[in-house]
T-cell receptor
Framework: AQSVTQLGSHVSVSEGALVLLRCNYSSSVPPYLFWYVQYPNQGLQLLLK??????LVKGINGFEAEFKKSETSFHLTKPSAHMSDAAEYFC?????????????FGKGTRLSVIA | DAGVIQSPRHEVTEMGQEVTLRCKPISGHNSLFWYRQTMMRGLELLIYFNNNVPIDDSGMPEDRFSAKMPNASFSTLKIQPSEPRDSAVYFC??????????FGQGTRLTVV
């Protein structure tokens, strides 16, 4: 069975500071990994995804994540936080990259950005 | 495309009443997923369909919950009778093979 653990339900950073949101996964087969963002009263929007190939994945809004198999991690980073980054972020895993397979989500991390 | 469309956006109902949530997936997508989001449990998969056929409904919490997909452009999630513990945000998502899941804006259900 797959699972995702997001360390820290709430992260607070200053505007301009580094954003680091942590995600560890468990999967019995090579995983495919995703980060989604949810703004208040909105649905989930894909930030980035790892399927195969390059382990450093770049996404929208300046975010990137690195797949580290040895650490079973897929942490999300952004060099400089903006106020508009305040939202909830979800890490998700699936067994193989097929849109027909449901994702397993972590509990989410709420990011606050302080002016 | 307008994206995944869910209705209503908000629903307040009394305990014991029937509730029907609706979803229109993105045209051409062949998979549809229903998720429930709560503070305590996060995002949970309730049921998903491939090509209008239910594949896995093991996440449906009780017999009070049922879902249908009569055609490729419409799905419903019904709760009958509703209970206060069903209060949550219900999301519908759709996808194609080789694409990520696209989410609707959700239905916030409050059962009083």
């Amino acid at each position: 069975a797959q699972s995702v653990t997001q360390l820290g339900s709430h992260v607070s950073v200053s505007e301009g500071a580094l954003v680091l949101l942590r995600c560890n996964y468990s999967s019995s087969v090579p995983p495919y990994l995703f980060w989604y963002v949810q703004y208040p009263n909105q649905g989930l929007q894909l930030l980035l995804k790892y399927t195969t190939g390059a382990t450093l994945v770049k996404g929208i809004n300046g975010f990137e994540a690195e797949f580290k198999k040895s650490e079973t991690s897929f942490h999300l980073t952004k060099p400089s936080a903006h106020m508009s980054d305040a939202a909830e972020y979800f890490c998700a895993v699936s067994d193989y990259y097929s849109g027909n397979t449901p994702l397993v989500f972590g509990k989410g991390t709420r990011l606050s950005v302080i002016a | 495309d307008a994206g995944v469309i869910q209705s209503p956006r908000h629903e307040v109902t009394e305990m014991g009443q029937e509730v029907t949530l609706r979803c229109k997936p993105i045209s051409g997508h062949n998979s549809l997923f229903w998720y429930r989001q709560t503070m305590m449990r996060g995002l949970e998969l309730l049921i998903y369909f491939n090509n209008n056929v239910p594949i896995d409904d093991s996440g449906m919490p009780e017999d009070r919950f049922s879902a249908k997909m009569p055609n490729a452009s419409f799905s419903t999630l019904k709760i009958q009778p509703s209970e206060p513990r069903d209060s949550a945000v219900y999301f519908c998502a759709s996808s194609l093979t080789d694409t990520e899941a696209f989410f609707g804006q959700g239905t916030r259900l409050t059962v009083v």
